[in-house]
């Protein structure tokens, strides 16, 4: 346990119904008796673990709040410590002064994520687990959710101990081979030890092949809606928010800057941005927006280029179309009217027909759109591979086993693979925690809230 008992509020900044200090550390239970008083008179100290207080927080016998005081002892907490929790009426004031009075009390100022930390430390989770809390948090879409739930219950630290299993057998034969280099050792023959290697790295390359799917169910696609003034941008943009997001009207130019939502469609969820209209004009502030436009166009996962089709195309589109990667979705807009648009300017570009103003053609949309993003469908009971560091672990263990796999098909001895075995090993006991430095503990905590 560490010597210093931390404190800090543990809900969101604002106005809600409680806030909520958390006290964690050895003197928890002591400073909390310090800084709330029962209104039964009983002592915090004296109460089991899982027990309840009702009373106030006081400071100088002046009363902060009223407050209910929840005390869990160690190690049956979050923590592994002695925690107490004071609930106290939601509000910026009251739950600062609270926690004020705790401090002064005795306790330190807990650092982003310490709470967790705490939890990682004295094996309460593993860090693989506890990466999955601040994912939980940010959770967008149910998907992301369920994967974050599943994740901290253990399914990816499940997965990787199967695999490290194997990966001891080898390490374990290949010790027994070093001390009786001349008895046979069971799967220790070059075929059987080369499977078990192709096993170790199809799992491991299963594993690092969901972390691209899982980063966009997590963290969403950043998506452009782009065309020429009045051709149904915004009208689209509205229609994929379900509301009034952006300003439609008749008078080309009306949205100037980026107009900003975030949407799910189909399970995918879309950063949206609405942009002015490109087109070659005079007028400063639209041109400034139409730099925007472009400057986003370009930077953008997905592209959604809105075309009226009941115009003829003028060198506005063409620059336009000639812009246009591999990431974009061709969107023909006001399909309820009569096209008289040059169809040809699109073969062999990914089209879209729909008209916005009455939302035909939108499911269609969203089947380009799951096909363009080409997210590979995750079930929520998946084990997956969920913040840049578990990749880098899970990519530097595939790595070593490819290479161990490739130096034993050139001919070198089985005995010579273990660095790299050992290599792969190490890699993978980093992804949960069980083989890390203290350098990587504090980078993965750093990016927590204060009081998770």
């Given at each position: ?143 992301a959710l369920k994967i974050s739930r599943m994740a901290k219950e253990g399914n990816l630290s499940r997965e990787i101990e199967e695999i490290?299993?194997e990966i001891l057998k080898l390490d374990a034969a290949i010790s027994v081979y070093a001390d009786y280099p001349d008895e046979e050792i ?130 506005d589109d063409r620059k336009l179309i000639s812009a246009l990667g591999n990431n974009a979705i061709i969107v023909l807009n006001k399909n ?117």
């Amino acid at each position: 346990m560490s010597e210093r008992t931390v404190a800090a509020i543990s809900t969101p900044q604002g106005e809600g119904g409680i806030a909520v200090i958390r006290i964690s550390g050895d003197e928890a239970i002591k400073i909390a008796d310090k800084s709330f008083r029962a209104f039964s008179g009983q002592k915090l100290e004296t109460l089991k673990g899982y027990s309840a207080a009702y009373g106030e927080i006081v400071s100088d016998n002046k009363v902060i709040d009223d407050a209910v005081a929840l005390v869990f002892t160690s190690p049956k907490s979050f923590t592994g410590e002695n925690v107490v929790e004071l609930s106290v009426h939601g509000g910026k004031l009251v739950a600062r002064d609270a926690l004020r009075v705790v401090l002064s009390n005795g306790a330190d100022l807990a650092g982003p994520g310490e709470f967790t930390k705490r939890a990682y430390l004295n094996g309460k989770l593993d860090l693989a687990s506890a990466e999955s809390i601040m994912e939980i948090i940010s959770a967008k879409n149910e998907t992301a959710l369920k994967i974050s739930r599943m994740a901290k219950e253990g399914n990816l630290s499940r997965e990787i101990e199967e695999i490290t299993a194997e990966i001891l057998k080898l390490d374990a034969a290949i010790s027994v081979y070093a001390d009786y280099p001349d008895e046979e050792i069971e799967g220790l023959d070059t075929p059987t030890f080369l499977k078990t290697l192709e096993k170790i790295e199809e799992n491991i390359k299963k594993l690092l092949e969901t972390y691209d799917a899982g980063k966009v169910i997590r963290e969403g696609v950043d998506t452009c809606i782009v065309g020429k003034p009045n051709v149904g941008k915004s009208t689209l943009m509205n229609v994929l928010c379900r509301e009034d997001r952006s300003i439609v009207t008749d008078v080309a130019g009306t949205t100037r800057d980026v107009v900003e939502s975030t949407v799910t469609v189909d399970g995918i969820t879309l950063n949206l941005s609405d942009t002015a209209g490109i087109r070659s004009t005079e007028d400063t502030v639209e041109k400034a927006g139409v730099e925007r436009s472009v400057k986003r166009l370009n930077n953008s996962a997905l592209v959604l280029a809105v075309f009226d089709v009941s115009r003829p195309f003028d060198n506005d589109d063409r620059k336009l179309i000639s812009a246009l990667g591999n990431n974009a979705i061709i969107v023909l807009n006001k399909n309820d009217l009569q096209s008289v648009a040059d169809m040809s300017l699109f073969e062999g570009k990914n089209t879209v027909s729909i008209s916005a103003k009455d939302n035909s053609g939108i499911q269609k949309l969203y089947g380009e759109i799951e096909k363009t993003v080409n997210s590979r469908k995750i079930s929520g009971d998946e084990a997956v591979l969920i913040s840049e560091r578990q990749r880098n672990c899970a990519k530097r263990a595939y790595e070593s086993i490819a290479e161990a796999k490739k130096s034993l098909l050139s001919g070198i001895t089985i005995d010579a693979v273990g660095v790299l075995i050992d290599d792969c090993l190490s890699a993978l006991l980093e992804l949960t925690g069980k083989r890390v430095t203290n350098e990587v503990t504090d980078e993965v905590f750093k990016r927590f809230c204060v009081g998770k």
